[in-house]
C-alpha cells in the first residue's frame, strides 16, 4: 500500500506560481512511476505530467514550458512546479502512483493509488 498526500495548492493570480507537493508513505517510493492529474469542474480528470521510476518525464501539452516534476526519492516526494499559471489550470490536481511501470504514463486507470487532491485556483 502506498499513501499519497497532496499539499501547496491555493489561489494565485494568472502569470504566478505554485509548486505542489506529493508526499508518499508505505511501499519503496522509487519503485514507483508517479503521476499528476488535475480535475476542474464539470470536466474529466485529465493527465498534467508523469515521472517514470527511470527519471524519464512526461508532460500534457499544456504544460510544457510552464509545469516542472522532479522527485526526491530519499524524502518519498514528488514535487510540481507551476508557473506562468493561466485561469484555465485552475482545478483539483491530483498525484498517483503505479506500482506496475508498464502501462501509459498519461492514462489515470495506469495507476493503483491516488491522493485526495489539492485546490489550484487560478484569478485572472
Known amino acids: 500500500q502506498v499513501q499519497l498526500v497532496e499539499s501547496g495548492g491555493g489561489l494565485v493570480q494568472a502569470g504566478g506560481s505554485l509548486r505542489l507537493t506529493c508526499a508518499a508513505s508505505g511501499r519503496t517510493f522509487s519503485n514507483y512511476g508517479l503521476g499528476w492529474f488535475r480535475q476542474a469542474p464539470g470536466k474529466e480528470r485529465e493527465f498534467a505530467a508523469a515521472i517514470r521510476w527511470s527519471g524519464a518525464k512526461h508532460y500534457a501539452e499544456s504544460a510544457k514550458g510552464r509545469f516542472a516534476l522532479s522527485r526526491d526519492n530519499a524524502k518519498n516526494t514528488v514535487y510540481l512546479q507551476m508557473n506562468s499559471l493561466k485561469p484555465e489550470d485552475t482545478a483539483v490536481y491530483y498525484c498517483?502512483?503505479?506500482?506496475?511501470?508498464?502501462?501509459?504514463?498519461?492514462?489515470?486507470?495506469?495507476?493503483?493509488?491516488w491522493g485526495q487532491g489539492t485546490q489550484v485556483t487560478v484569478s485572472s
Open positions: 498517483a502512483a503505479d506500482s506496475k511501470q508498464i502501462g501509459n504514463s498519461r492514462s489515470a486507470t495506469t495507476y493503483d493509488y
